[in-house]
Structure formats: C-alpha cells, structure tokens
C-alpha cells in the first residue's frame, strides 16, 4: 500500500519564484558577463564568482524542493530532485493537521518560497521546526522525539488522515486543529 500526495506551488510560492529566478538569473547572467571584459583577474574572480553564486543559489534550491509525499508500510518519503528524505513510520510519536493560516515567523536556514517552502524555521507555536513543501501556509505536523516535522502537500487532510491510519502502536497519539 502506497500512496502519492503531490505538494504544488501556490500562488505566494510562484511569485517569489518567478520574481527571485527574475531577479537571480538577471543579476548572475550580468555579472558573468561584465567579467569577461575585466582588465584583471582578481576583478574577474570576483564579478564573476558573484554571477555564478546567484546561478548556484538558484540550482540549490530547485535541487532540493520537495516535490511530492509518498506514504509506504514504513515510512514517509519526502521526494524531492536530490536527497530523498525518510521519516520513519515508528518514529512519529503524533500527527496533527495545522490550521490553513499556520505559517512559521523566522526563517533559520532555508527557502521561503524559491521553488517552496523548506528548511528549517521557528515558529511561536511549534519552537524549531523542518518544513518540506511547495505551499506557503498549513500542512501536517509529525511530531517525532528528535524533531518537528511540517510537510505541506496539497490536501493536508487528505494526509493527515492516512497517517494516522497507518500508525498504530499505544504511544502514538493523533491531535486535532
């Protein structure tokens, strides 16, 4: 028993993502460019690694957008281009759908909306926190003894509810909003 549950862009999402690929692809392209005229090489490393950091940025993050949710026997799997990420299944302690307005308020190391919503942040209600997803607001949150876990794919009730029908096991618990 498998199930898929995708995590597409919402509209925050994509604006951040067009404006940054705008704003990134520009300002990188330029630079590349303007070093190939520079007199020295010590002014073309530097205008020139500048060009190719915002191209990198840019890379990374799309590399490691989640892109869907995969639910196994034994695990969730976050899948994402490069580095699939497994929260095993006897690991998560609770499961809980957050309200459609959650949001986190610092972002600690990660992406706020280029290509989505991942990485790890701080939120007033859940402390530190690892979100995977490609929304901007609510998700599902997994509670495990090392971490918090917020996974937003597109119906969160959806996955909230075979989770937790798939959990079983006394010290499991399934909270409500």
Not at 13 to 28: E, H, P, S
Not at 133 to 148: F, H, P, Y
Request: proline share 7%; with cysteine; glycine share 12%.
């Amino acid at each position: 028993m498998t199930f898929r549950f995708d995590s597409s862009p919402d509209g925050v999402v994509t604006a951040t993502t067009i404006l940054c690929c705008l704003l990134l692809g520009v300002l990188g392209g330029l630079l590349l460019f303007a070093s190939v005229g520079r007199p020295t090489s010590l002014d073309r490393i530097v205008v020139g690694g500048g060009g190719m950091l915002c191209l990198i940025v840019l890379a990374g993050a799309y590399v490691y957008c989640p892109r869907r949710f995969v639910l196994t026997e034994q695990a969730v799997v976050v899948r994402r281009p490069v580095g699939d990420v497994t929260i095993p299944l006897r690991a998560i302690r609770k499961v809980q759908e957050l309200p459609a307005d959650f949001a986190p308020s610092w972002r600690m190391l990660g992406s706020g909306g280029l290509f989505g919503v991942f990485g790890r942040f701080e939120s007033p209600s859940l402390g530190r926190v690892t979100i995977y997803g490609r929304r901007s607001r609510g998700g599902v949150m997994l509670q495990t003894d090392v971490e918090t876990i917020v996974l937003r794919p597109d119906e969160p009730p959806a996955l909230a509810s075979h989770l937790s029908a798939s959990m079983t096991g006394a010290h499991r618990t399934t909270g409500e909003p």
